[in-house]
């Protein structure tokens, strides 16, 4: 198994990551959406900014995350909210792929 670049831990094998489908993941306490969509992989806080609500139980679509419960859409690479009736944003993490290993840092926003 690769080693974990500097700051960051591995969450997963990037082929345990189905399309659209993101698995929720914790990191040193903070619950995490890990995304596979467009050929990329997204890391953004599993917690909508609007209540206590998991995104990863949402749906993917155009490199954005729904809420499930009242649909506001998070866009995976910023964290900001389309519409409302989310007005904040979610945290999204920095990710590297090495070979089948992904991994993310919480420590630092991207
Ligand atoms: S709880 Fe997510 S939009 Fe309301």
Redesign the pocket.
């Known amino acids: 198994m690769t080693s974990a670049p500097q700051g960051f831990v591995r969450v997963c094998a990037l082929s345990d990551l189905d399309e659209d489908s993101p698995k929720r993941v914790e990191i040193d306490g903070v619950p995490v959406a890990v995304v596979r969509t467009e050929g990329e992989v997204f890391a953004i806080n599993d917690i ?6 998991s ?1 990863s139980e949402g749906e993917v679509e155009d490199c954005q995350i729904e ?1 499930w ?4 859409s998070f866009d995976l690479r910023t964290g900001k909210p389309s519409g409302l ?2 007005t904040k944003p979610v945290p999204v993490y920095p990710v590297k792929t090495e070979g089948d290993e992904v991994f993310v840092s919480v420590t630092q926003e991207s």
């Open positions: 909508c900014s609007h209540a206590n609500v995104l809420c419960l009242h649909g506001s009736p989310a």
